[in-house]
């Protein structure tokens, strides 16, 4: 079983940057595959960002290719997410996501495939 926190969120000016963290319980953080994902007022879920269990693999949303970047830190059971060139169109509350299923290929951009979520932060990018 695994809890996730989030922090680092806030208000930030368009082309400015803000570092989220995932912080999990526990001591197995790295077995597992972790993404963050954003929702909008009034807009579906959406991902952004995955690693894959090692960190070697990581993957981006195409709005945010080049501009974000997820890490981990297994001894700290911590991700990141480092945002970099906000645009007002990233304004969301970001979630953070475990997977805790294993053996089997998944699709990394669908919620459904994650077991554990964090609360959520805020971040908001004024123009």
Request: hydrophobic share 30%.
């Amino acid at each position: 079983q695994v809890q996730l926190v989030e922090s680092g969120g806030g208000l930030v000016q368009a082309g400015g940057s803000l570092r989220l963290s995932c912080a999990a319980s526990g001591r197995t953080f790295s077995s597992y595959f972790m993404g963050w994902f954003r929702q909008a007022p009034g807009k579906e879920r959406e991902f952004v960002v995955g690693i894959s269990r090692s960190g070697i693999n990581t993957y981006s949303a195409d709005s945010v290719k080049g501009r974000f970047t997820i890490s981990r830190d297994g001894a700290k059971n911590t991700v990141y997410l480092q945002m970099n060139s906000l645009k007002p169109e990233d304004t969301a509350v970001y979630y953070c996501a475990a997977r805790g299923r294993f053996g089997g290929s998944f699709d990394y951009t669908q919620g459904s495939e994650y077991d554990y979520w964090g609360q959520g932060t805020q971040v908001t990018v004024s123009s």
